[in-house]
């Protein structure tokens, strides 16, 4: 005898029959295909907090920077900080903070991009935070400030995202992330997204984070993905999306509030440029900078790389502008992106004279080596000697580019590259516990595929490189005939 419940749950599926689109006899099927979502449906600002990220804009011991979108029914923004307790009773100690607040307009809509910086911080504690309007309020967030007795910490470094962010770049910071929980920051060397101008880019960039751009402060520089045509069309300049999206220093060169900067995180010196423009500008203000340097590490960042890995690529100018400075304060790392490819150097790498040809016989002769002599070269308003380049052979530093997207190019193999991939998405993480930095480049499913120490020797002295041996062996695809 067929129980009560089973003849109730059967009579009730023959009578959805039809709505499963299962047709009577004569009768036709219904087509239930799915429909997309549109970019302004799904990147569609609302009042309720969106893009939060978090960014410095003055000293991480101190201060701490967030910034976040509404829609333009919002007129007001405000953030709540307190310190963080793990009980429930934080919210009423919260201090209140109005909010910097500006229209964008762009391809989809127009939203308000509001940016609140929290100042008087006390270093080595942990907050609470959130945004939102008074009513609408985003989820409470943690951030840790660092103590001013340096610490081991670390930091994440991705090369171009750029294409198929929402589908295959967040998986690669979210793997990031898994295997360095508690970084200080993420740093972007350019090319987050493919199209300057695309809201919908944006959103997907943003949504590739999410949570974790709210907790993870973000050190970015702008590549040439993020240059967009002028309002007259006869020359590029950073996208309007820039500024309002993020909040970083203004300490650089004027003209390049945003994108280029400097800060120190405990014993680290960042340096971030803009290599898409005001490049001689940017060379007097890095010398500036590295002369006035107390910090024990420096690693500077930018897009377009001084060894490019690309071939028909090679930033000669560049090179000439930057690199004797880079020598001659002994940088100890550059981190760089661009080639959609990945190459680390050691410390014998090129001079500024050496051409793209060239390169080829770097590490295997003294060819390019010889080219470097003791005249000037003008570039532009920068006399920059290349006799610094005479000094030694090695000089300290070490070039990486890398990449975190999908999109691939082929790598031209230098031979004064230690270690080189191409078709593989990476992240690198970086470790520094006072005079040692441990560098680690891992695929996007976290294996191990490059890593090297730096350690710091007596004062004028070139680091230590101690190369770290992998397991995996280089993904090159085979050579062409």
């Not at 661009?338 to 050496?354: A, C, L, M, Q």
Request: aromatic fraction near 10%; hydrophobic fraction near 40%.
């Amino acid at each position: 005898m067929m129980h009560l419940r089973t003849l109730l749950l059967t009579s009730f599926a023959l009578l959805w029959v039809p709505q499963l689109g299962i047709a009577h006899e004569g009768e036709h099927g219904h087509s239930h295909a799915p429909i997309a979502v549109k970019p302004d449906e799904m990147y569609e600002p609302t009042a309720m907090p969106d893009r939060i990220v978090l960014t410095w804009d003055g000293d991480p011991h101190t201060s701490q920077a967030v910034t976040w979108r509404t829609s333009t029914t919002v007129n007001i923004g405000l953030a709540e900080i307190a310190v963080a307790e793990a009980g429930p009773g934080f919210p009423a100690k919260a201090e209140q903070i109005a909010a910097v607040s500006e229209a964008l307009k762009t391809d989809l809509n127009t939203a308000h991009f509001h940016s609140v910086s929290f100042r008087d911080l006390t270093p080595g504690t942990r907050y609470a935070y959130r945004v939102g309007d008074g009513v609408n309020w985003s989820e409470w967030f943690h951030f840790s400030t660092p103590t001013t007795k340096h610490q081991p910490f670390s930091f994440i470094y991705f090369g171009d995202a750029q294409n198929n962010l929402r589908s295959m770049w967040s998986r690669v910071i979210r793997e990031a992330y898994r295997d360095a929980p508690k970084a200080a920051f993420l740093l972007h060397a350019g090319d987050l997204v493919n199209r300057a101008t695309a809201d919908a880019e944006w959103g997907e960039w943003f949504g590739a984070g999410a949570w974790l751009n709210a907790m993870t402060p973000n050190i970015a520089v702008p590549g040439n993905h993020e240059q967009s045509k002028s309002a007259d069309g006869k020359s590029r300049q950073l996208t309007a999306h820039w500024r309002p999206s993020f909040t970083f220093p203004q300490n650089g060169p004027k003209g390049l509030e945003e994108s280029c900067f400097t800060l120190v995180y405990q014993n680290l010196r960042v340096i971030a440029l803009n290599s898409n423009e005001m490049q001689k500008e940017q060379a007097v203000w890095l010398e500036d900078v590295l002369a006035n340097n107390k910090s024990e590490w420096v690693v500077c960042t930018f897009h377009h790389p001084i060894f490019s890995t690309g071939k028909g690529r090679d930033n000669r100018s560049l090179r000439a502008a930057w690199k004797p400075i880079l020598d001659k304060y002994k940088v100890d790392l550059v981190l760089q992106g661009h080639d959609h490819t990945y190459g680390r150097t050691g410390f014998s790498v090129p001079g500024i004279e050496v051409s793209e040809k060239e390169f080829s016989t770097f590490g295997v002769d003294d060819k390019a080596a010889a080219k470097e002599g003791d005249k000037e070269i003008n570039v532009g308003t920068v006399n920059v000697p290349t006799g610094v380049q005479n000094v030694d052979p090695e000089h300290g530093t070490v070039y990486v580019v890398s990449v975190s997207g999908p999109k691939m190019y082929d790598n031209t193999r230098w031979p004064f590259m230690k270690r080189l991939a191409e078709d593989t998405q990476l992240y690198q993480v970086i470790h520094i516990d006072g005079d040692q930095l441990r560098f680690e480049a891992r695929t996007a499913i976290g294996e191990l595929y490059d890593a090297f120490e730096l350690h710091k020797q007596a004062d004028g002295e070139i680091n230590k490189l101690v190369e770290i041996e992998v397991e995996m062996p280089q993904n090159l695809r085979p050579k062409k005939d």
